[in-house]
């Protein structure tokens, strides 16, 4: 019972090893990796390599497919392009098998100690979470050494002996056996390599080890799949089509395993050796043969997982992919191309806006409150698909980018119930009560209507790119629209003097809306603040002491 333990002990170490390797690589890397991945895709020879370098630091194709499953969800890679990164990243994953193979024993304890020593002088940056990948490394191999350790009481036993032979020479049951423990362990790597490590102990025929190490590799497509299972259809036709390029494999390698077999007996001398040459060999071959069908297969998936037209719930979120969640900087850029559909919704509403106070459109009006709902409901969602990134996994700059998604969307939801909040006003006291701007006065909010446009599609330019040119620009908006404020507001007091009779009737809702417009703009021109505060262009200077007094006026009231 006590070695049965140690075994199981070994086995989780192994899987923990694996997973921390993965997580603190996409936390160190997960910009650059998906920078390689994109500019890959140029041909199939640049996608395969890029696929095979990026897994064998990741150690894991899974990961490696939920990124490009990601590119193909938003339209940026076709899913041929993608089929070819998966080929090079599952060999990728099979040449770490070899080189964990080896005897690293020496290896074990220097990672660990590096790595310890890294994580603990310096846990949050870059250095730190490199030293945790440097553990995981050493742990990876650690647990390889106990499972061997481990297997050896086990072997001796004639009751294990006795369950080994009475156990079915049957391929397709050790293929299944295979991808069931690849799932659970969420990690083919692990899978392989405990089987490479068992039949060296003799504790598994070398013919069930190679089933084994098929049913690993159909395992990781099966985790892929599952992965992405509640995702678009976009992003489910990758994961579609590696998953039917492995089973193609190992459907055609089942006939040939005795040859094969015969082969790596011949010409490889280690058992362990032999297992992982077979894994390596399946997915180099699966490479050569299939990488002319990845347009084939490209284009059938795309039929089968055709994208779905927009209807009713168009404006529900699109971007927010749950895939990308286990890439940080990935999903931090999905919910930024929500908060841009996000700020679309809202300048729909701000355009409505002026129809609603010229032409006095009630059904306009009603379209309007339903679409500050609609930003509403695109807030929330985002909001909590940023909490579900881990600050913790974030880079200085991806948090910093991370608070400006947050401040964006925030600012977007505040303006959407502003734009609702004056179009029933204008209803309630402009509308039912047939009552009318004056001329002077209605051109002035027109001017002011242009301005808040204007300033808006600058604010979501600054957003996007961050240019901080574009931030002071906006931010110089800001004291224009002030001053502007100011003056329409005199103008207005000066044609109450003159009893000019339709200034008189609306003179409440006049100065309330052009302060309500002043309000929409603060909050546009809030975005170039944080652009500013991480560039270190804003100042101790005239526009951060109106910021700062502003917020502590604020506070007194509250």
Not at 11 to 40: C, K, P, Q, Y
Not at 45 to 56: E, H, I, P, Y
Not at 224 to 252: C, D, E
């Amino acid at each position: 019972m006590v070695h049965l333990l140690n075994l199981l002990a070994a086995i989780a170490l192994l899987v923990w090893g694996t997973h921390i390797v993965r997580t603190d690589v996409l936390r160190v890397f997960g910009e650059d990796l998906r920078t390689v991945l994109a500019r890959s895709f140029s041909n199939r020879a640049n996608a395969m390599l890029a696929g095979l370098g990026v897994t064998s630091i990741m150690q894991s194709s899974t990961a490696t497919c939920l990124i490009v499953a990601s590119f193909v969800g938003s339209g940026l890679v076709a899913t041929p392009a993608a089929l070819a990164v998966m080929l090079g990243a599952d060999v990728g994953s099979s040449l770490m098998a070899v080189v964990f193979s080896f005897d690293l024993s020496w290896l074990s304890p220097l990672l660990i100690f590096v790595g310890v020593v890294l994580f603990i002088s310096s846990q949050d940056s870059a250095s730190g979470r490199i030293g945790r990948a440097l553990i995981g490394l050493g742990l990876i191999t650690l647990a390889l050494q106990l499972i061997v350790e481990a297997t050896r009481p086990l072997t001796a036993s004639p009751e294990i002996r006795a369950l080994l032979a009475a156990l079915p020479n049957e391929v397709m049951l050790d293929i299944v056996v295979g991808a069931v423990l690849t799932v659970l362990s969420y990690s083919s790597l692990a899978i392989v390599l405990l089987t490479a490590t068992l039949a060296t102990t003799g504790l598994l025929p070398i013919t069930v080890a190679l089933g084994l190490v098929l049913g690993a590799n159909l395992g990781s497509g099966v985790l892929a799949m599952l992965a992405t299972s509640r995702a678009s259809p976009q992003v489910r036709r990758l994961p579609l089509g590696n998953l039917i390029f492995k089973s193609l494999g190992a459907l055609l390698a089942i006939p040939f395993l005795p040859q094969l077999l015969a082969q790596l007996q011949h010409f490889v001398g280690t058992v362990q050796q032999q297992v992982v040459t077979f894994h390596l060999a399946f997915n180099m071959c699966l490479a050569l043969v299939f990488v002319g069908f990845t347009g084939v297969l490209g284009r059938r998936v795309e039929r089968w997982l055709p994208q779905p037209a927009h209807g009713a719930d168009s404006l529900k979120p699109r971007h927010l992919d749950p895939v990308a969640l286990a890439t940080p900087s990935l999903a931090i850029s999905c919910a930024a191309r929500e908060g841009l559909r996000q700020a679309d919704v809202v300048e729909t509403m701000l355009r409505g806006m002026l129809s609603v106070i010229r032409n006095n459109d009630l059904e306009l009006a009603e379209k309007i409150r339903a679409m500050d709902d609609t930003v509403d409901e695109l807030y929330t969602a985002i909001k909590l698909y940023l909490t579900q990134i881990s600050r913790e996994a974030l880079s200085v700059r991806e948090s910093r980018r991370w608070s400006d998604v947050v401040s964006f969307t925030i600012n977007m939801e505040q303006i959407g119930d502003i734009i609702e909040r004056v179009v029933q006003d204008v209803e309630d006291k402009k509308v039912r009560k047939n009552r009318s701007f004056s001329d002077a006065g209605m051109g002035e909010i027109c001017h002011l209507h242009e301005l808040l446009l204007v300033n808006l599609r600058l604010g979501m330019s600054v957003f996007l790119e961050g240019n901080v040119r574009d931030a002071k620009k906006l931010l110089e908006e800001k004291a224009r629209f002030r001053d502007l404020e100011h003056e329409y507001a005199a103008n207005h007091i000066g044609r109450l003097r003159d009893n000019t009779a339709q200034s008189i009737e609306t003179s409440s809702l006049h100065l309330d809306l052009i302060s309500d417009l002043k309000r929409i703009n603060s909050h546009i021109c809030s975005i170039a603040y944080p652009i500013l505060e991480s560039a270190g262009a804003l100042r101790e200077n005239r526009i951060r002491h109106s910021r700062l007094t502003t917020q502590q006026h604020d506070e007194t009231v509250t």
